[in-house]
């Protein structure tokens, strides 16, 4: 496993689309322009999402640093919330605040394309991960999300519910 993970691949994979919808975005504002987005409440749940995306981005990517040593699965910190933490503080959290304060469908496709992207690509890190752990990292990857920082069974109804 490599201190950059999957990251080359997916630079590789989305770098032309990003560079292209930027250009598009630039050239042409109006766009895939969500205009019904522009409003002062959106703007400010985006700005809201953006600062914690912007924390959790740092906070992941300093345990990483601290903690990342070849041979040792990272489980704590904001790898309890999501395997991939500092992919998921841009994914779902960065780039989106951008889409909503910019009122901009672009800038949402470029989140879109990312995952994407990153699910054609953390396969082979995936791979490793369970080749080098084993059990260890099968048993972390059924209790953490692999992108989303929610709890996993947040939704999973009781299996004594009233609708059986």
């Known amino acids: 496993m490599t201190l950059f993970g999957c990251g080359p691949k997916l630079a590789i994979l989305c770098l032309p689309y990003i560079i292209l919808s930027l250009t598009v975005m630039f050239r042409y504002p109006e766009f895939l322009n969500l205009g019904f987005l ?11 999402w953006l600062v914690l995306g912007v924390i959790f981005w740092i906070y992941s990517a300093v345990h990483f ?10 489980t704590d910190g904001p790898f309890a919330l999501s395997r991939n933490p500092i992919y998921s503080s841009i994914i779902v959290f960065i780039i989106p605040s951008l889409g909503l304060i910019f009122h901009s469908g672009i800038i949402l496709s470029i ?7 990153f699910r054609l690509s953390i396969h082979g ?7 080098i752990f084993g059990e260890e990292y099968d048993r972390y990857e059924r209790s953490v999300n692999e992108m989303f920082p929610f709890p996993r069974n947040i939704f999973r109804m009781s299996s004594t519910s009233s609708l059986q």
Do not use: M, N, Q, S
């Open 38 to 48: 522009d409003l002062a409440i959106i703007k400010y749940l985006g700005i809201v």
């Open 65 to 74: 640093i601290k903690h990342f040593k070849p041979g040792v699965l990272i």
């Open 111 to 117: 989140a879109l394309v990312l995952y994407l992207g």
């Open 125 to 131: 890190e995936t791979i490793v991960l369970r080749r």
